[in-house]
């Protein structure tokens, strides 16, 4: 399968709500933190609060 490249990630595709977007790509343009970096964060928040990922 072709990974665009992607040595140490993985491309997905989702839709996401179309506001809650909007807010993440004005949160990305605002501190400059790409939306891939700032949806990291945020799986790993997930993760933590749901106990599959180590605090």
Do not use: C, F, Q, W
């Not at 990974?3 to 977007?21: E, F, M, Q």
């Not at 993760?47 to 990922?53: N, R, T, V």
């Amino acid at each position: 399968m072709n990974n665009r490249g992607l040595k140490n990630r993985t491309a997905i595709s989702n839709a996401v709500d179309a506001t809650l977007y909007s807010k993440l790509k004005e949160l990305s343009e605002e501190t400059m933190i790409p939306v891939s970096k700032l949806l990291d964060k945020a799986i790993e928040l997930v993760l933590k609060e749901h106990g599959k990922l180590a605090k």
